[in-house]
């Protein structure tokens, strides 16, 4: 039972590259959610999923897109990276919101 | 502006001292949450507490929710090293459907031998 995982751990992009992040549990959790950490500012919902194949937009979507195609998975893409999203990127899932699994996170640096 | 206000920023602290940890907002939550974050790792829960007054203690922590359901403190008693970490309160909204959490900036507590 290796809980939530996110891959990869760290990734440096230029300006204008894209990536997808990948987040998986084995949990069977139904909720899913994407934050990013920025010094000082705490964990600011990205995006989260209430379900497979649903996705809803959280407190900064901005710059960002997501899938749910299966349970257990969660994609966070970035079409074209901005340094404004350096940051620190944590998934977590949920089995019926309120108690979060996080998992280890992604460092990311856009140059 | 951060819905949830932590108090203090930063703590460091010797081995065996007590510290209390703030979290405050306007707004009253259905749930509030304490999670506590070390380096290069995801938070964990350390607690939920729901009702008003409530109060929960885990071992040498102690933690409380006010009645007004606004705010919570984290109080930990004779703290030791491995309580170093980064200290985080969320709380889900009363008008929030899918449990979405906010989180404070938290709360940075060094404790050394």
């Known amino acids: 039972n290796a809980g939530v995982t996110q891959t990869p751990k760290f990734r440096v992009l230029k300006t204008g590259q894209s990536m997808t992040l990948l987040c998986a549990q084995d949990?069977?959790?139904?909720?899913m959610y994407w934050y990013r950490q920025d010094p000082g500012m705490g964990l600011r919902l990205i995006h989260y999923?209430?379900?497979?194949?649903?996705?809803a937009k959280g407190e900064v979507p901005d710059g960002y897109n997501v899938s749910r195609l299966k349970k257990q998975n969660f994609l966070l893409g970035l079409e074209s990276a901005a340094p404004s999203q350096t940051s620190v990127y944590f998934c977590?899932?949920?089995?019926?919101?309120?108690?979060?699994?996080f998992g280890p996170g992604t460092r990311l640096t856009v140059l | 502006t951060q819905l949830l206000e932590q108090s203090p920023q930063f703590l460091s602290i010797q081995e065996g001292e007590n510290l209390t940890v703030y979290c405050n907002s306007s707004?009253?939550?259905?749930?509030l949450q304490w999670y506590r974050q070390e380096p290069g790792e995801g938070p964990v829960l350390l607690v939920t507490?729901?009702?008003?007054?409530e109060v929960k203690k885990l071992k040498r922590l102690t933690f409380q929710f006010g009645d007004a359901r606004k705010d919570s403190s984290l109080h930990i008693t004779a703290a030791q090293p491995g309580d170093t970490g980064l200290y985080l309160c969320?709380?889900?909204?009363?008008?929030?459907?899918?449990?979405?959490?906010?989180f404070g900036a938290g709360t940075q507590v060094v404790v050394t031998p």
């Open positions: 977590a899932s949920s089995p019926l919101a309120y108690t979060q699994y």
């Open positions: 969320a709380a889900v909204s009363l008008t929030d459907s899918w449990g979405k959490l906010q």
């Open positions: 707004s009253v939550f259905s749930s």
């Open positions: 949990m069977n959790h139904e909720y």
């Open positions: 999923s209430v379900g497979e194949g649903t996705t």
């Open positions: 507490v729901v009702t008003g007054g």
